[in-house]
């Protein structure tokens, strides 16, 4: 989904994920409608990504696990499909080093790769992310690249929210949006297809 600021598409990914309810009409999944779900339902079929990903005063493990549990394996698992597992190593106390809450334990590419491990930790059949490479490097965007292609894979729903370009890669369509509504739905090869002749007229080629 692409937008401009303030065109409405973080609110459409709180509406998708059910934590914004304000809107007209009806979110359907499978024909049942989404209020109808309850949060356990949201918990273990839907993994979501928020633009300003906040961590909870407990372990690593713990904020992957969303304050559960933590399943050992599957932490690891999802840690390493992010790139994250030698970094988390090389805390104090490995996966049981305590985070601070808030934003100040670690950088905005860390907390990033926590959250989208923490998004799929439940292994969602329908994935919401919103910004999830705004703060991600080279190394990021390829561990980004690779949880998308596995997903995919999984046969899994993914809509990604982003304003970089290099995620197109990874997608299959686009929807670009501007106030709340949908300008176009392309397939992402057309789509680059337009964006190429847009820019050869600009260049005069």
């Not at 609110?11 to 809107?23: A, C, D, Q, R």
């Not at 690891?76 to 090389?90: R, S, T």
């Not at 390829?142 to 993914?158: C, D, M, P, Q, R």
Request: proline content about 2%; glycine content about 8%; charged content about 25%.
């Amino acid at each position: 989904i692409l937008g401009a600021t303030g065109s409405g598409k973080t609110t459409l990914s709180k509406i998708l994920v059910g934590i914004w309810n304000k809107y007209e009409g009806s979110v359907e999944y499978d024909k049942v409608n989404i209020k109808e779900f309850n949060h356990d339902d949201f918990s273990e079929r839907v993994g979501y990504l928020p633009q300003g990903v906040m961590l909870y005063g407990a372990s690593v493990s713990e904020n992957i696990a969303s304050m559960r549990i933590p399943n050992a394996t599957r932490v690891i698992e999802v840690a390493k499909m992010v790139g994250i597992h030698d970094f988390i190593l090389k805390l104090p106390k490995g996966y049981d080093t305590f985070v601070n809450s808030g934003t100040t334990s670690f950088s905005g590419g860390e907390r990033q790769r926590i959250g989208i491990a923490r998004a799929i930790y439940n292994d969602p059949n329908f994935i919401v992310l919103d910004e999830p490479n705004s703060s991600l490097d080279q190394n990021g965007e390829k561990a980004l690249a690779n949880v998308l292609n596995i997903y995919k894979e999984k046969g899994s729903i993914i809509v990604v929210i982003s304003h970089r370009r290099s995620i197109l890669e990874s997608v299959d369509n686009v929807v670009r949006i501007d106030r709340g509504k949908i300008l176009l739905i392309k397939k992402k090869d057309d789509y680059i297809k337009q964006l190429q002749k847009s820019n050869e007229k600009e260049t005069g080629k």
